[in-house]
């Protein structure tokens, strides 16, 4: 992904219900509709757990490739490939969960993990299950969601302050600091950078 290292953001995303499909039906590849090449866009969000906020940061936008692995699918976004594990059909598309990325970039390296941004909801009983994200069988459109752990993610802030300040403008907005004393308040910045979470948010739209 470009810029990762220098693009921040968190996750406002409204959880999207599917309903799952519990009648048998005869069996299809539910998979077989997402194979294809994609446009892909990418969110970044930050949050302290209570606010957000992406207005200072542009969406990176990138190619991507999806192909059956075995019992799952491959998906690959700019020479980094995401594993969409635990498949399952809803009525509309289907959830999938996704394993972790290593990625390296410049580097240094860092983990993506999957962020449960999607639930699907039983016919039969009203229960729910997270996923990392879904396929959209209408509008021919890949959503998930990967977080970076808060250890990494906050690293990565520190560098990138001790670099630029300017790119820390975002932050301090955030946590209501004000710029002109931020150097003289490391303590309470580095408390506060513990505490934030990278969450990326990828629509792939196929071609």
């Known amino acids: ?58 969406p990176d936008t990138e190619t991507g490739a999806a192909s059956i692995d075995g019992d799952n699918i491959k998906l690959t976004i700019d020479g980094e490939n995401f594993k969409l594990v635990k498949i399952a059909e809803a009525s509309n ?30 016919k039969k009983d009203g229960k729910s299950t997270k996923f990392s994200g879904g396929f959209f069988s209408d509008t021919k459109t890949l959503k998930f969601y990967m977080e970076m752990p808060k250890d990494q993610f906050s690293a990565m802030l520190s560098n990138a302050f001790a670099e630029n300040e300017e790119f820390m403008a975002p932050l301090l907005e955030l946590a209501e600091i004000d710029p002109a004393t931020a150097i003289d308040a490391a303590a309470e910045i580095e408390a506060i950078l513990s505490k934030l979470s990278l969450v990326l948010e990828f629509t792939c739209t196929k071609k």
């Open 93 to 122: 598309g289907f959830t999938f969960d996704v394993e972790d990325v290593v990625c390296t970039e410049d580097g240094t390296t860092y983990t993506l993990k999957g962020f449960n941004g999607f639930e699907l909801v039983s």
């Open 1 to 58: 992904m470009k810029k990762i290292l220098y693009s921040v953001a968190l996750l406002a995303a409204t959880m999207i219900g599917f309903t799952s499909c519990d009648e048998e039906e005869e069996k299809v590849d539910v998979r077989d509709q997402a194979i294809g090449n994609y446009d892909v866009k990418i969110n970044y969000f930050i949050s302290d757990g209570k606010t957000w906020d992406n207005s200072d940061f542009t």
